[in-house]
């Protein structure tokens, strides 16, 4: 039987039935504590649509879903996925449920945008079942998180990188150690010091240029929600982890992290700026790196993108894809339109980009002035000397 939870309050109530079948992923990303949050900070009272498949009333397979609008045509989507850009998916106890549970989403008739979802064959081949004759489904990449799995020891992974990786660490582990008395804490916060060690956390993440640019957690309402309310949770479970890294008592240098089913996963990173010639967040991750082996802790996920200042450090990369359905009728239509639009807009832009770089280029030449790329890699040699990592 399949069945749709649109109150918050009910799905609060299914944390034992829903953990039961979450167990399956040890994945805390699909943990009901994420997915509560998540419909508590990301949705209201009409958005909220969680399908569920049960079988002699044991839950076999659910999809945590919500309406998104764009403009006058909604569409449902992964809860928090817009908003959190973390690896999500559905839960499921077998091929035969999961097939059961993409006949039911696709019976809601909706537009679906489904983000980062395990690059697996499981999921694509169950909607593509389900909407045979229903509408247009689209498949696409989405993206790459890196994630380290933990050698034996420090020692041997170090000696696993390249000597330029191991001299930046040691040079900027210099540089700060030259300023005062460094100090790598990890703590497990109690309930009575979470929200205070929180609000260091959040002031040191949107100290740079998170804060310059709005993204960081301090200026977006629904965001420090969630994490304030995860973290709790998190709390209570005992798999909060805050690192910080501190120089004469004070923070430069912050993760937001849970540990979990044998996994680190790294939720949030920030650093003092100013500072920002010691690395410490390139120090903060590797203390971070050398704590989860001393623990015995089998992975290290950096969750995000594949950035280029990760790819070194990590030991290969977990691939996501992304799928679009269009059903046939006008909602489907307008939704498709909508996204067209879209793409051709982002991609219109990146040309007009690349065509003025083009122009400024050609001119800077004809003018026997330095070319863009001098004075661009003038700038990257000067960052170059302040962070540990070279930028490309």
Known sequence: SVDLIQDVSVFADQAVSWDRLAARFA??????????????????????HIVRVH???????????????????DRLEMLGASVLHEPTGFLYDSDDSLRALCHGVVALSRPLWLRRVPGDESIGAALATATTGRGLLMQSSGGECPFLLSPASWDEYLKSRSSQRRYDLRRARRRLQEQGAMKFLCLAPGPDEVDTL??????????????????????????????????????????????????????????????????????????????????????????CIRLTMERGIRTHEFLGSAEAWIQPWASGTRSYHSFRYYPWHWRGLMAWVLDQADRFGSKFVAVTKSVKRDKVRRNQRLNGRPGLFAVQGGDARMLCAQYSTPLT
């Open 27 to 48: 994945n805390p990303l699909l943990s009901h504590d994420w997915f509560l949050s998540c419909a508590e900070a990301f949705s209201n009272a009409r958005d909220l």
């Open 55 to 73: 079988d002699n009333g044991r839950l076999v397979a659910a999809a945590p879903l919500v309406v998104a609008k764009l403009g006058f045509v």
């Open 198 to 287: 929180l609000e260091s956390a959040f002031a040191i993440e949107s100290s740079g240029w998170k804060g310059r640019a709005g993204s960081a957690i301090l200026h977006r309402p629904e965001l420090r929600e969630f994490f304030s309310r995860y973290a709790r949770r998190a709390c209570d479970a005992g798999q909060l982890r805050l690192c910080f890294l501190m120089l004469d008592g004070r923070p430069l240098a912050v993760e937001i992290a849970v540990e979990a089913s044998e996994s680190f996963l790294v939720l949030k990173v920030g650093y003092e700026e100013r500072w920002a010639n010691c690395s410490p967040g390139l120090q903060l991750m590797a203390e």
